[in-house]
Structures are given as C-alpha cells and as structure tokens.
T-cell receptor, first 108, second 113 residues
Framework: GIQVEQSPPDLILQEGANSTLRCNFS?????LQWFHQNPWGQLINLFY???GTKQNGRLSATTVATERYSLLYISSSQTTDSGVYFC??????????FGTGTRLTVIP | NAGVMQNPRHLVRRRGQEARLRCSPM?????VYWYRQLPEEGLKFMVY????????ESGMPKERFSAEFPKEGPSILRIQQVVRGDSAAYFC???????????FGSGTRLTVV
C-alpha cells in the first residue's frame, strides 16, 4: 500500500498562533483528504484535495501531487482546533491509506 | 439531512460473543466504507460496499469478520467470536457516486472483556 508520513507528530500552540502540518506520500494518488478528529473521537472531513489549493475560513490546504506532499495551514488557532489531524490518500475512492496523524494542542 | 449514523456508540462484548455494528449512510450516498482504528493509531481500511455488493474487502481479516449492505436497511459489520484484539473504534463512512470525499459517522467503540 501507499506509505503516508505526517509531521510533526505532536504540536503545541498558543492560541492565536499559525501552524503548518505536512503529509508526504510514497506514490501517485488521485485522492487526498484531510480530516480532523476532535477530542471526542469524531472525524470531520476538512478538505478533499488531490491537487491544488483550497481555503475554508482559517484553514487552507495545498497539494503538490508531482512532488507527493500536501500541507495543511491553520491560522489564528483556537482551542477548538485541538485534536488529531489525519491525511489520507488513495488511488481512488475505495481504499484510503491514513497517516498516523499530527496531534495538535492549542492552549489558551 | 442527517449525517452518517452509526450505532451503537459503545458496545461491550465478552470473548467469544458476536458483535454487530450498524451504519446508515447519508441520504443519497450509495457507497459505504468501514475502517478500524486501534488506540493511538490511524485508521485502517476494511471493506467498501455498494448496495448488495462487496466491492473491495482487501482489508478484512479472513476469518470471523463479514460485512453486508442490503437493498433495504443499514450496512452491518459483523464480528463473530470476538477476541480482545478486536477492541477498537470502528468507523463507517459514505460518499455519493462520482465524488470520493468521505463523510464519517461518529464510530462504534467496541470493547471486548
């Protein structure tokens, strides 16, 4: 399967700070999604972004498919942003390979 | 429009019992996926189904695990003769035809005692 590496594994931010999370993958993909798992375990789809750049409020993501990486930007972080951020990739919709996540803690 | 509904949220089973996990996809979604998350790990794909068809079960253990998505009713993930190693969170996701973005349910947390 496709190998997915996420960095950093853990991140602690002061409220209001910005951050960049990285996802590297080992093969060509045509499906890449970012998810946020909140402290209650719920998984929220943030972006479907196999290539290009998208923005949604304080979050944005960029995928450079030819170089096999994706970045998730969080600006003006809030305590509600805490949780684990997963990158998941695949050759299609069937089978996504998840990274081990970046655990973000935002402190007030 | 309700999201992906999974039940039960928590399930406790003794070793050797059967576990049945249910998933109702979002309205209009015809693709259902099951993933398993072990503690402190990412999600691992188990099976992809459409109505009355298993499309890809490459992530399903060969024994004790089965899945179905009948013409009527929810998708069911069934684990027979559970063992302690089956303890995990089981997530279901759905997507519409032509768009691979997932919507996940809240998961079922299975504990085998």
């Amino acid at each position: 399967g496709i190998q997915v590496e996420q960095s950093p594994p853990d991140l602690i931010l002061q409220e209001g700070a910005n951050s960049t999370l990285r996802c590297n993958f080992s093969d060509s993909v045509n499906n890449l999604q970012w998810f946020h798992q909140n402290p209650w375990g719920q998984l929220i789809n943030l972006f479907y972004i196999p290539s290009g750049t998208k923005q949604n409020g304080r979050l944005s993501a960029t995928t450079v498919a030819t170089e096999r990486y994706s970045l998730l930007y969080i600006s003006s972080s809030q305590t509600t942003d805490s949780g684990v951020y997963f990158c998941a990739v695949g050759g299609g919709a069937n089978n996504l390979f998840f990274g081990t996540g970046t655990r973000l803690t935002v402190i007030p | 429009n309700a999201g992906v509904m999974q039940n039960p949220r928590h399930l406790v089973r003794r070793r050797g019992q059967e576990a049945r996990l249910r998933c109702s996809p979002m309205k209009g979604h015809s693709h259902v996926y099951w993933y398993r998350q072990l503690p402190e790990e990412g999600l691992k794909f188990m099976v992809y189904l459409q109505k009355e068809n298993i499309i890809d079960e490459s992530g399903m253990p060969k024994e004790r695990f089965s899945a179905e998505f009948p013409k009527e009713g929810p998708s069911i993930l069934r684990i027979q003769q559970v063992v302690r190693g089956d303890s995990a969170a089981y997530f279901c996701a759905s997507s519409p035809t032509g768009y691979p973005g997932y919507t996940f349910g809240s998961g079922t947390r299975l504990t085998v005692v």
